[in-house]
């Protein structure tokens, strides 16, 4: 058995009728054709003719009549339709002498139908733009507490990237086809097809990939397992801890009373976490507040003119409490206390 994607544009009708020829005169054929088409090895005359037809006209009757003007010449010769698509890709199988191809007497019009791809072109351009904008002023190492979401951006970054390239290429080649139908296929043209799948299929493995790894490296525990500051020992919580590229464990205790989430601790370990405090220090907003207030042992998250976060941190270690409301002077000495 083998399988083969039908991936092909109408300009790549000879790549595609090339490949079935292949398959057929090794024995294969199919049953059916969809997007996912599987081939089995059988005694056969048969052939697998492709053809290209798409209607100029607006009007729907006269659409059904061009169609059926394109489908009289197999219909005559004993030919069947075994595979369309919205593209006016056709492939007709039969065993006689099959007709002259359409595209070969005849305008495919397909001009008009490359725009759509000039428009998926543009909108993946203004995708990619819009999120390397925003992850150029988003990311930090708040937001990459894993592997899997280290490593996510430059799979979407390439993804997006991947669609930009391909259609770009399928919109030039589209517009260009009606005049440069009878054009042999180019070896340049064969290794684009396989870039364009191959780049976007790896793009959304890495991506999946990421997930995954993302899912799997999380770990819920205990608090037994990790001492943590609490609020209330009977309160339900979740702690997680992950390792990622540039923290090597990241603790993250959420701590809810009655559905209400009361407290958020963060603890960071890093090799050196001097660059990643002055991050915080210069971008308050990365932990939640407007401002930051520096004291000797620990730093004051305000927000809305209230004191609701206390961050602890030394040469190795960032830890960021959240109480979710204004801190008592109390409250910040039981909190130093026990981190100390």
């Known amino acids: 058995m083998k399988i083969l994607l039908m991936n ?40 697998l003719v492709v053809d290209v037809f798409k209607s100029s ?3 729907y009757e006269q659409k059904m009549r061009d169609q059926q003007a394109f489908l009289d010449p197999y219909i005559d010769a004993s030919y069947n339709v075994l595979y369309t698509n919205k593209n006016g890709l056709y492939i007709f199988n039969g065993s006689h002498q099959p007709p002259t191809k359409y595209l070969n007497k005849h305008n495919t019009n397909l001009k008009k139908g490359s725009y759509k791809y000039l428009f998926y072109f543009v909108l993946c351009l203004i995708a990619l733009l819009v999120f390397s904008f925003v992850l150029s002023d988003g990311l930090s190492f708040t937001s990459m507490t894993s592997y899997g979401s280290c490593l996510m951006p430059i799979g979407i970054v390439g ?9 770009y290429d399928v919109f030039l080649k589209t517009f260009r086809f009606d005049r440069n139908k009878n054009e042999k296929i180019s070896l340049k043209d064969k290794i684009n097809h396989i870039v364009h799948h191959v780049l976007i299929s790896i793009c959304v493995i890495f991506v999946i990939g990421c997930l995954v790894e993302d899912f799997t490296n999380t770990k819920n525990i205990s608090t037994s397992d990790h001492d943590v500051y609490t609020l209330n020992s009977d309160s339900s919580y979740t702690y997680t801890v992950n390792h990622g590229l540039l923290s090597t464990s990241y603790y993250n205790y959420k701590e809810y009373d009655n ?15 001097s660059n990643y405090y002055d991050e915080i220090i210069s971008s308050p907003s990365l932990i939640g507040c407007d401002e930051i207030k520096s004291y000797e042992t620990y730093d004051i998250g305000i927000y809305n003119g209230e004191k609701n976060i206390v961050m602890i941190h030394d040469e190795n270690k960032i830890i960021i409490i959240n109480v979710m409301k204004d801190i008592s002077d109390n409250q910040i000495n039981e909190i130093l206390e026990f981190y100390n």
Do not use: C
């Open 8 to 47: 092909y544009q109408p300009y790549e009708y000879q790549l595609l009728q090339d490949k079935l020829d292949t398959l057929t005169q090794s024995g294969y054929y199919p049953k059916s054709m969809g997007f996912i088409t599987f081939f089995h090895k059988e005694e056969s005359d048969e052939r």
């Open 57 to 59: 006209s607006r009007d």
């Open 159 to 167: 993804f997006l990237f991947s669609f930009v390239y391909y259609f």
């Open 259 to 273: 559905d209400d989430y009361v407290l958020n601790v963060k603890e960071y370990d890093f090799e050196n976490s």
